[in-house]
Nanobody, 124 residues
Framework: QVQLVESGGGLVQAGGSLRLSCAAS????????MGWFRQAPGKEREFVAV????????DYADSVKGRFTISRDNAKNTVYLQMNSLKPEDTAVYYC?????????????????WGQGTQVTVSS
């Protein structure tokens, strides 16, 4: 079992930045791919970014490429999402997720563990 706890959300003006963190409870965290997803009001949850176990492979949704950066610190069992140049359309609850795989999955159905989410609100 892996417990995931997100933090770092909040209210920010358009053009601003936030860094989300996701702390994992399990010491085998390095064996897991970690993904970030988001869900805006009235919309389905969507893929944002993913990073493989070593940090050597990443993938991003087209809507965040060039603005968001995913990274991880396996010594701290933590994955990060640096969000720059935020837009009102980035407003959502952001979730981190974990899957025991060497791949970089972008579909939420394959993830085994999920955090509770953290709210990000971008004002115009």
């Amino acid at each position: 079992q892996v417990q995931l706890v997100e933090s770092g959300g909040g209210l920010v003006q358009a053009g601003g930045s936030l860094r989300l963190s996701c702390a994992a409870s399990r010491r085998t965290f390095p064996n897991y791919a970690m993904g970030w997803f988001r869900q805006a009001p009235g919309k389905e949850r969507e893929f944002v970014a993913v990073i493989n176990w070593s940090g050597g492979r990443t993938d991003y949704a087209d809507s965040v490429k060039g603005r968001f950066t995913i990274s991880r610190d396996n010594a701290k069992n933590t994955v990060y999402l640096q969000m720059n140049s935020l837009k009102p359309e980035d407003t959502a609850v952001y979730y981190c997720a974990a899957r025991h795989t060497s791949a970089v999955p972008i579909t939420e159905d394959v993830y085994d563990y999920w955090g509770q989410g953290t709210q990000v609100t971008v004002s115009s």
